[in-house]
């Protein structure tokens, strides 16, 4: 059974950092493509990065030049490093495996003007 679980989430003041993460059980995440999508209060849910198995990686235009997707094949974790933070970066977080479209059960990121 795929599980997905993420953490890091939590409160911070515009122009600060967070690093999520998103721990893998029962797949491994190297061989696979991986993403973040993201869904504030009354949006639709957005894709924010996604990682080829190969390293490539793509942004949305919002958070190209402040966020970075990455993995860690030998923990089974992928993760989202986010700097220069801004309130409309507020949304809940979700981690996803493409291949069988596993998601990951959320987490909350809030910027604070």
């Known amino acids: 059974q795929v599980h997905l679980v993420e953490s890091g989430g939590g409160l911070v003041q515009a122009g600060g950092s967070l690093r999520l993460s998103c721990a893998a059980s029962?797949?491994?995440?190297?061989?696979?493509?991986v993403g973040w999508y993201r869904q504030a209060p009354g949006k639709q849910r957005e894709l924010v990065a996604t990682l080829t198995s190969g390293g490539s990686a793509n942004y949305a235009d919002s958070v190209k030049g402040r966020f970075s997707i990455s993995r860690d094949n030998a923990k089974n974790t992928m993760f989202l490093q986010m700097s220069s933070l801004k309130p409309e970066d507020t949304a809940v977080y979700y981690c996803k495996i493409f291949s069988g479209d596993y998601w990951g059960q959320g987490t909350q990121v809030t910027v604070s003007s």
């Open positions: 029962g797949i491994f995440i190297s061989l696979k493509v």
